[in-house]
């Protein structure tokens, strides 16, 4: 069957809510072991991994706010101490925190780019070391259709994710040669607490500019992102995949 990860070892940062968890438990269902780290949410990272052990597989929660070095560094270090290698990063991590750039303060923009992009980069290189000693690796981004088109309200949101694509073709282009792929999905709008925010109006606006004319679920964004890790996906680096609906085809 395709898609399988069995053997695998996989990190989903920000897994214990929304698209992440669904990540998190799709792998487990491949057959991946999966760290499942948090950032404030013990209880809901502690029932992800309890929904994976009783199906018989493998998971452990990991605490770490990963826009800080430091603490990226503990989460890889935890993986490979639990499972002794690591063939998956998921970066999935994020925040929003929307206003105009007229009312933007400089909290707001740099707490989402140390939470959406720094948290990739510390990740990234904490990760890349023992990918590359195993001549193996899958990277997978989570940036957002905001990133490819832009959103007023959203400068800062928009700046992170455009700059995890450019972030993730040059490392996609410096580990080619080792075997490891570093690819980029992003999600159009799929109704989580990240979502919630949004007004009515702008919810039925991003419907009506939808073709498939419908929202999107945690679990499409999970199918694609499985894919991309599994053995089938070998010769994709360097790609953005958009799960949207047909949103934004760039
Ligand atoms: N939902 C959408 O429509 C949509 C569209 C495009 C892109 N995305 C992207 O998809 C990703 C997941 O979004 P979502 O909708 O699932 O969001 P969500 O429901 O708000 O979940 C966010 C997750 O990220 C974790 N997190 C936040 N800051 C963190 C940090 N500093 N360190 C570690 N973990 C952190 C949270 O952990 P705690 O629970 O512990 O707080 C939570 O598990 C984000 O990167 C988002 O930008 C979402």
Not at 59 to 70: L, T, Y
Not at 89 to 114: C, F, Q
Request: net charge neutral; glycine share 10%; charged share 20%.
């Amino acid at each position: 069957m395709m898609g399988q990860l069995h053997g695998k070892t996989a990190i989903v940062t920000g897994a214990s809510r929304g698209i992440g968890r669904a990540i998190a438990l799709e792998f487990a269902r491949r057959g991946a072991a999966v760290v499942v780290n948090y950032h404030t949410n013990a209880a809901a990272a502690q029932e992800v991994v309890d929904a994976i052990t009783t199906a018989g597989g493998r998971a452990i929660p990991v605490q770490a706010d990963v826009s800080r070095f430091d603490q990226a560094s503990a989460l890889v270090k935890a993986a490979l101490d639990a499972f002794g290698k690591l063939d998956i990063l998921v970066n999935n991590a994020g925040t929003t925190r929307d206003t105009l750039l007229m009312t933007m303060s400089e909290e707001d923009w740099d707490a989402v780019i140390n939470a959406d992009l720094k948290s990739v980069f510390n990740c990234c290189k904490a990760a890349v070391r023992p990918m590359i000693r195993a001549r193996n690796g899958r990277i997978i981004n989570i940036s957002s259709v905001v990133g490819l088109a832009g959103q007023g309200g959203q400068t800062n949101y928009a700046a992170a994710k455009a700059g995890i694509i450019g972030f993730s073709k040059s490392l996609a282009k410096e580990l080619g040669a080792r075997n490891i792929t570093v690819n980029v999905v992003a999600p159009g709008f799929i109704p989580t607490a990240l979502t919630d925010v949004l007004s009515e109006e702008q919810k039925q606006a991003v419907l009506k500019a939808t073709p498939l004319g419908r929202f999107g679920t945690p679990e499409e964004v999970a199918y694609a992102v499985s894919f991309l890790a599994s053995d089938e996906a070998a010769f994709i680096t360097g790609a953005v995949l958009t799960v949207d609906g047909g949103l934004v085809m760039h």
